[in-house]
Nanobody
Framework: QVQLVESGGGLVQAGGSLRLSCAASGRTFSRYVMGWFRQAPGKEREFVAVISWSGRSNSYAESVKGRFTISRDNSKNTVFLQMNSLKLEDTAVYYC?????????????????WGQGTQVTVSS
């Protein structure tokens, strides 16, 4: 069992930056692929970024590529999402998720564990 707790969300002006953190419990965190997803009001949950257990591989949604960076610190059981050049359309609840099967997937259904989410609001 893995418990995930996101933090770092908030209100930011367009063009600004935020850094989200996701703290995980459990000794097997370093074996999990970790993903970030987001869900805006009235929309389905969508993939943002994913990182391999080692941190050496990652992948991003086209909408955030070049602006967001996913990273992890296995010694601290934490995964991060650095968000720069934020746009109005980045407004959403952001969730981290753990995939113990290491599918490196962009599909929410492949992730077994989810945090409660953190709100990111980008204003003009």
């Amino acid at each position: 069992q893995v418990q995930l707790v996101e933090s770092g969300g908030g209100l930011v002006q367009a063009g600004g930056s935020l850094r989200l953190s996701c703290a995980a419990s459990g000794r097997t965190f370093s074996r999990y692929v970790m993903g970030w997803f987001r869900q805006a009001p009235g929309k389905e949950r969508e993939f943002v970024a994913v990182i391999s257990w080692s941190g050496r591989s990652n992948s991003y949604a086209e909408s955030v590529k070049g602006r967001f960076t996913i990273s992890r610190d296995n010694s601290k059981n934490t995964v991060f999402l650095q968000m720069n050049s934020l746009k109005l359309e980045d407004t959403a609840v952001y969730y981290c998720a753990a995939d113990p099967d290491s599918t490196f997937s962009r599909l929410p259904d492949e992730y077994d564990y989810w945090g409660q989410g953190t709100q990111v609001t980008v204003s003009s």
